[in-house]
């Protein structure tokens, strides 16, 4: 794959509302290459470019709209491949990874590549994704006996304005948040734990904190 290409190819299928063109890229991308190359070579310069002609003026919103929803759809699309094996074997204890973004926050799609990406590498993903109550997370997690729960959000007050409910969250289950509201003081309010910003370099740490949390993972 040449990220330079299958990005071109986006682009021109986007610019004409070219649903067919875009889905073909976008499927050959992720047939072509694992998905963590996907994710930084082609899927998160993508948005960022999106969001740059978007602030520019130089993209519709009916533009950002299109490629949003054909993205997301073409990612979630993948959690219904089967389980990577390791994943049907229920004795290997594979931990539970929730993800989820709290309420009011839209812009899950980079943690749905870290959801993706985790399954990638063996681990149990359940993701919430957009405007889910804190509540509705706690239950989830406590349902799904999460081992670790991976918070978004773009402004600090989305998480700051339900600090109470997290930290009690955070009582019950390692929380870790992330996306551009996660600043240091936002992390304190919230006992939440920092994940690097860069989505892929997250996956890492996650993975390995995980393994030193659920020992014989
Ligand atoms: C796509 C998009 C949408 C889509 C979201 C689709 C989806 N399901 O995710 C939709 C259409 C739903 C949307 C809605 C809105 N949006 Co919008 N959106 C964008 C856009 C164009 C791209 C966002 C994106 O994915 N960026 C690409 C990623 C790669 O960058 P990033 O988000 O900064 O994330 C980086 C890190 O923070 C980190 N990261 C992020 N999340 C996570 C999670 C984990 C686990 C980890 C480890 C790392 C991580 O990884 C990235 C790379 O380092 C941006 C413009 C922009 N410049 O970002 C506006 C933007 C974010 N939106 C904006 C706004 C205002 C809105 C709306 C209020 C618009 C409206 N009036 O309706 C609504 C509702 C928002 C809400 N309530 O949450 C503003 C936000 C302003 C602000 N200061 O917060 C922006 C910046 C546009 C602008 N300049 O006005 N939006």
């Not at 009916?62 to 074997?89: C, G, I, W």
């Not at 990874?97 to 993903?125: F, I, N, S, T, Y």
């Not at 339900?162 to 009582?171: E, M, V």
């Not at 992390?187 to 949390?213: K, N």
Request: net charge negative; with cysteine.
């Amino acid at each position: 794959m040449d990220p330079t290409t299958t990005s071109d190819e986006l682009w021109s299928a986007v610019e004409t509302f070219d649903a067919e063109a875009a889905e073909l890229a976008i499927a050959r991308l992720l047939w072509d290459v694992p998905l963590s190359a996907a994710v930084t070579g082609v899927v998160l310069p993508f948005l960022g470019e999106v969001g740059d002609r978007w602030e520019a003026g130089t993209l519709s919103v009916a533009h950002e709209h299109f490629v949003s929803d054909m993205l997301r759809r073409k990612l979630t699309a993948l959690t219904a491949v089967p389980p990577t094996p390791v994943l049907q074997d229920a004795s290997a204890a594979a931990p539970v990874v929730l993800l989820a973004c709290p309420p009011g926050e839209r812009h899950d799609m980079v943690l749905l590549c870290v959801a993706l990406m985790l399954r990638e590498r063996g681990v149990r993903a359940r993701f919430l994704g957009a405007d889910t109550p804190v509540p509705a997370i706690r239950t989830a997690a406590r349902a799904a006996g999460a081992d670790a729960v991976v918070l978004a959000a773009r402004r600090p007050t989305t998480f700051t304005a339900h600090a109470s409910a997290l930290r009690r969250l955070a009582a019950d289950h390692p929380v870790y948040a992330a996306g551009r509201g996660a600043d240091a003081q936002t992390l304190e309010e919230i006992g939440a734990r920092p994940l690097p910003a860069d989505p892929v370099r997250a996956v890492v740490v996650l993975v390995g904190e995980l393994s030193e949390l659920s020992g014989s993972w």
